[in-house]
């Protein structure tokens, strides 16, 4: 990024966030699931700390997990209760971390990430301070919903896959505990225990929605991503057309006719030149556990049916909610280098779009994300809303594991 995009970026953000700018690239994923869910815990695995309180915690957690493997037969929630954080435990740990890593690359290398960019105002020790308290309210959030089946936030499309009070989800609770117990000498940081207990209820659960199709930057994405670096954005007027999905609601439909109706009209826009991108968005959402990504197959009807070049369609397959859709938008724009001062457009059906606009989707951004994730700058046509993304956008949401 030059000097002169720097500037005018720092300049329109709020004085909390000027503290450090992200580097505007794809954080490196070893494994998706956790390092989108727990960047800050991978970094730590990365470099870690011979603290004597956080071994301290090691060993309670590593006893924990023992007893779990040992004693837990009956009930789940004697799993859960036996890997959770408790409060006492995250304030130690919190503690621990701030003298650990005080003069440690830690902070610097989170302020880069961009991936706790909401703390940027705060001094390293506590801002990773609160990246870790993000991150076991994080793992206890899977532990009760996956474990104990406690309501996510959306129940419909995100809860535990099997019924928590059989015998048939106790043993599978207690072999997973079993084995990590087995692995024990291995979970050498304090947080280990619990993390992979987390990630693995993740995983009995077919819960891995978070890690599919990455790095997107070298796989779906890799054509347009090398074409991003050649664009002429100055011929254009909006940097992107933005489709959010919609799920169908036919198991058998890989596309929803709403999503094939949203398409054809961004195709339009593109052959129109509006903008030299189209960004589709949706997860595998609705119906529950559906093989199909909305983004994915939104891609493929634009490309082998509407005469859309590959190389002009970015996909983003994570997105389970229009709150996300437009959140995950705005980290690919950062991330890819599409210029993020620039307007873009929200091209979908009048109802999504009158939503989009309107009060209940700003406070409903609010409530579940913590702040707006782009600037809704006004409407062109039934179909078109101007907008600019946010750099907020870029913060990790560990209480929302399948699209942190």
């Known amino acids: ?35 989108k869910n727990f960047y800050v815990l991978s970094l730590m695995e990365r470099t870690p700390s ?37 409060d006492a435990e995250m304030t130690e740990a919190a503690a621990a971390l701030r003298r650990a890593y005080a003069t440690d690359e830690m902070g610097r290398a989170l302020r880069r990430s961009g991936a706790y960019v909401r703390y940027a105002s705060k001094s390293d020790d506590e801002l990773l301070a609160a990246a870790w308290l993000d991150a076991a309210r994080g793992i206890n959030n899977i532990i009760d919903v996956y474990a104990v089946g406690k309501p996510p936030r959306y129940p419909a499309i995100d809860a535990v896959s099997y019924d928590v009070k059989s015998e048939a989800y106790l043993r599978l609770l207690h072999t997973a505990a079993a084995a990590l117990d087995e692995q024990a000498a291995a979970l050498d940081l304090f947080f280990q225990p619990s993390l992979r207990f987390a990630l693995q209820l993740l995983r009995i659960n077919h819960r891995d929605e978070a890690g599919r199709h990455e790095p997107m930057e070298v796989k779906d994405n890799a054509a347009a991503v090398r074409r991003i670096k050649t664009i002429a954005w100055k011929a254009f007027p909006y940097s992107a057309i933005v489709v959010p999905g ?43 556990q559906t093989p199909y990504a909305e983004a994915i197959e939104m891609k493929k009807a634009l490309v082998e049916d509407l005469g859309v070049p590959p190389e002009a369609v970015v996909v983003e397959p994570h997105a389970r909610h229009t709150t996300t859709n437009l959140r995950n938008v705005a980290r690919l724009m950062y991330r890819y280098g599409i210029p993020f001062g620039a307007k873009a457009l929200i091209t979908t059906d009048s109802f ?22 782009v600037t809704v700058l006004g409407r062109i046509s039934v179909f078109d809303l101007e907008f600019t993304p946010r750099l907020e956008s870029l913060q990790i949401d560990s209480m929302d594991p399948l699209d942190p």
Not at 253 to 266: C, F, H, P, Q
Not at 354 to 369: P, S, W
């Open 1 to 35: 990024m030059n000097r002169r995009r720097a500037l005018l970026l720092i300049a329109f953000l709020p004085l909390a966030l000027r503290a450090a700018e992200p580097l505007p690239a794809p954080l490196p994923l070893r494994a998706p699931v956790q390092d």
């Open 50 to 86: 011979s603290d004597v309180a956080l071994k301290r915690l090691l060993a309670t957690k590593r006893d924990a997990l023992h007893t779990a493997a040992t004693v837990c037969e009956k009930e789940a929630e004697c799993f859960a209760a036996a890997l959770r954080w408790s």
């Open 246 to 288: 919609a799920g169908s609601d036919r198991t058998t439909w890989s596309l929803s006719a709403a999503s094939r109706l949203r398409v054809e009209i961004a195709a339009r826009r593109y052959k129109e030149g509006k903008a030299p991108l189209i960004i589709v968005s949706g997860g595998y959402v609705h119906p529950n």
């Open 352 to 373: 999504q779009s009158t939503y989009v606009e309107g009060d209940a989707f700003a406070k409903r951004c609010e409530e579940e994300l913590g702040y707006r994730p």
